[in-house]
């Protein structure tokens, strides 16, 4: 490190004796100003893009689902806080049509003490607020992808306490299974908080994943459909019977059952569960089916969760 950091006063020594003081202060001022206005700049576009997106869903509800927050559209907001206007060759393009809206009359609000304002005499910085779009287009989707079931965690632990107040922590871990899940694993008193609130916090995708059998389960969608596989087994009421009947221990019964079930190499130690077993791979297949399993981090990576990010 301290070679490296030598380096860089080495060269920065070699550059401002290889310029003259007139030129070096001008050039100076000029990276100081790009620095500036590229700070201003990316601030008032999150700004803008926060700012639109709340209005829009408040004044519209769940009217537009067509927030594609690329690359090209934060250009495009770049382009509207430098210039004051906006490039829409494709006039159907109600997404556009709506920012360029909302820009002109939160600026023209007299009540809104913060306004958008571009830098004096700005220079050529295309190339900059190019890569600083990037930036921004993968802060989005990265917050998004990877925070999505942390924040549907906040939601659903908030609001929960919010209408039961007492519920425990086991309860709303069983809840956040079942939304996620898309099960009923939880008490009946909680089934009709689930429907509701999963509309609210999930999209209507239609990908649903369907399996031929256990092989085809457990290779193509190993994580999602063994988790199904675990839920089921722990919460089987017939199972859990025939373990009390067969004296045995609930936690040790289970997870032999369930390392049986996802890995074709392991034996069964006990025969006594082998009928129920056998008689529960169909019944785990068709209702695995039936539940409409969405694989939600694919899911994340190609669709705008947008509108249940503003509600969560």
């Not at 304002?117 to 998004?144: E, F, V, Y």
């Not at 190499?265 to 008689?279: F, L, Q, T």
């Not at 209702?287 to 939600?296: Q, T, V, Y």
Request: proline share 1%.
């Amino acid at each position: 490190m301290a070679f490296d950091v030598d380096n860089i006063i080495t060269i920065k020594q070699l550059l401002n004796n290889s310029i003259s003081n007139i030129n070096f202060d001008y050039i100076k001022q000029v990276i100081i100003k790009n620095v500036n206005d590229c700070n201003l700049l990316y601030t008032q576009v999150c700004y803008l893009i926060k700012l639109f997106l709340l209005n829009d869903y408040e004044k519209n509800g769940n009217k537009y689902n067509d927030y594609m927050f690329d690359e090209l559209f934060i250009r495009k907001c770049f382009k509207l806080i430098k210039t004051g206007e906006i490039n829409n060759n494709d006039n159907e393009n109600l997404l556009i049509n709506r920012l360029f809206k909302f820009y002109n009359e939160y600026n023209s609000n007299q009540n809104n003490q913060f306004k958008f304002i571009k830098p004096d005499n700005i220079n050529s910085i295309t190339h900059i607020t190019d890569a600083l779009s990037r930036d921004i287009q993968t802060n989005i989707t990265n917050n998004i992808i990877l925070n999505y079931h942390k924040y549907i965690r906040e939601y659903i632990n908030i609001n929960l306490k919010l209408e039961f107040n007492k519920i425990d922590n086991n309860h709303i871990i069983k809840i956040y299974n079942d939304i996620i899940n898309n099960t009923l694993y939880s008490d009946n008193e909680y089934h009709s908080w689930i429907n509701k609130h999963k509309k609210l916090i999930i999209p209507i995708l239609e990908n649903n994943i369907s399996i031929k059998n256990f092989q085809d389960g457990i290779d193509n969608h190993n994580s999602i459909f063994v988790k199904f596989i675990k839920n089921y087994v722990k919460e089987n009421q017939n199972l859990l019977n025939l373990i009390h009947i067969n004296n045995d221990d609930k936690k040790k019964t289970t997870e032999m059952i369930i390392n049986y079930l996802i890995d074709k190499n392991n034996e069964i130690i006990d025969n006594k569960y082998n009928e129920w077993i056998n008689e529960s791979k169909n019944f785990i297949i068709n209702d695995f089916n039936l539940s409409k399993k969405i694989d939600l981090d694919k899911e994340l990576e190609i669709n705008s969760f947008l509108i249940c990010f503003i509600l969560i």
